[in-house]
């Protein structure tokens, strides 16, 4: 409520609910030139960006960050060319407002449509990741919504910047400047404030370590959508075929250690450990992952470090991976209900029945045949970008794009009706 805000953070958001109810009326092509302006102007600023970027990696290495988390902080001309062409695939993709759901006309001519309609005003806390920065004030514009962003001390400097690039393209696009804004001046206790600001803000997506994620779900009175840490696994069943797992694996590993979807536990079948665990375990290896084993994995691949209780439910961001051989798809399913994060998990096998088991039996955001886990992304699924990916039930679970951001409302027309 107001009372629990300081003056300037209470005017943001009183300003930020004025610029929510504009984008809710704006029309397609107004947000779609404003997002347009945006992509250009992030290429166009990009020296500015990634001076402000270099200032807050060379603060993290003097702080002791680790290196999966100067990955997610980095950017470079690559990445933010990446960022400014996912902003242009928003543009392109539908515009949920509006959408109708459902209807149907009653026995007595009354017009039921329910509709998308955005949120209003969405929360955003996150850890040194700027690429967030831009994801999310793109899907918010699109979907009518305003954003208030909490980007964390460690990405200060590029968060600014970026915040500053897009306000001027909204400036000149003709939509509220305040739609999208920053209260990374206020600190750890603007993150606070914005977890009780209930009235001014109407839902809050936190995205970062299992740390800041269950302290914003245990804490914020204003609704959360859970995005969740990635205790991701692979299973290879028996019958998996040893080239696809070998490169499988591999790329679920080692592309970006970093980030959310990639692999932190691999269970193997025993009867088909001795053929493939060797072969999958080298490539790793030979990519610098050190292998966290259990003891029957030890016993096929002494070139790994003896496996703890902790690796099991532990997210490393790293080049590390927990190993365990499991008796059967049993085994393997509990060991997943036990310890995941209910992200991502994959089955390698060529066993139809199998497959169908895994994916019906296996409770997560995203379940895969045969598939990489570093697919479980809004891009990689169409969406251009991502708010987060909901490990969640209620309203959206997996990588949330443009839909994941509205919500609904019933429509009724009618023509002097009463109820009798």
Aim: hydrophobic share 45%; proline share 3%; net charge negative.
């Amino acid at each position: 409520m107001a009372e629990t805000l300081t003056p300037l953070l209470a005017d943001k958001l009183e300003a930020a609910r004025d610029a929510a109810r504009a984008l809710a009326v704006a029309t397609t092509s107004q947000k779609n030139a404003a997002l347009t302006l945006i992509a250009d102007a992030v290429v166009s600023n990009s020296a500015r960006i990634l001076e402000a970027n270099e200032l807050d990696v060379a603060r993290g290495r003097e702080n002791g960050m680790t290196e999966g988390l100067q990955d997610r902080l980095r950017l470079d001309d690559k990445r933010l060319a990446s960022l400014a062409d996912a902003v242009q695939q928003i543009v392109a993709l539908p515009d949920p407002v509006g959408d109708v759901v459902r209807g149907s006309t009653l026995e007595n001519g009354l017009k039921l449509t329910q509709i998308r309609v955005p949120f209003g005003v969405v929360g955003a806390i996150y850890e040194a990741r700027p690429n967030v920065t831009i994801d999310i004030a793109a899907l918010t514009l699109k979907s009518g919504n305003a954003v208030v962003l909490r980007g964390g001390s460690a990405a200060e400097d590029t968060n600014r910047v970026l915040v500053e690039v897009i306000q001027s393209a909204l400036l000149a696009s003709g939509l509220p400047v305040e739609a999208v804004q920053t209260i990374d001046e206020f600190g750890r206790d603007g993150a606070q404030q914005l977890m009780r600001a209930r009235g001014f803000v109407d839902v809050l997506i936190p995205r970062g370590s299992a740390n800041l994620i269950n302290t914003v779900v245990a804490e914020s009175t204003v609704p959360v959508i859970e995005t969740g840490a990635g205790i991701v696994h692979i299973f290879l069943d028996e019958s998996a075929d040893l080239d696809q797992a070998v490169e499988i694996v591999h790329n679920s590993k080692v592309q970006r250690p970093s980030v959310c979807n990639a692999l932190e536990t691999l269970l193997v079948h025993q009867g088909s450990a001795a053929t493939l665990l060797p072969p999958v375990l080298a490539r790793l290896r030979a990519s610098g992952v050190t292998i966290h084993a259990d003891e029957r994995t030890l016993a096929l691949f002494p070139d790994a470090v003896a496996a703890t209780a902790d690796d099991w439910a532990t997210e490393y961001m790293s080049l590390d991976l927990a190993v365990r051989v499991v008796d059967d798809l049993d085994q393997a399913i509990d060991h997943i209900r036990t310890y995941s994060t209910h992200h991502t998990e994959s089955i390698l096998t060529n066993d139809v029945a199998r497959a169908e088991r895994f994916l019906a039996e296996v409770d997560s955001a995203v379940v895969m045949v045969n598939a990489s886990t570093r697919f479980t992304d809004g891009g990689e699924f169409g969406f251009g970008a991502e708010v987060g990916i909901s490990t969640q039930k209620l309203h959206a679970r997996g990588p949330m794009g443009l839909p994941e951001l509205t919500s609904t409302k019933w429509v009724v027309r009618g023509s002097g009706h009463v109820r009798s």
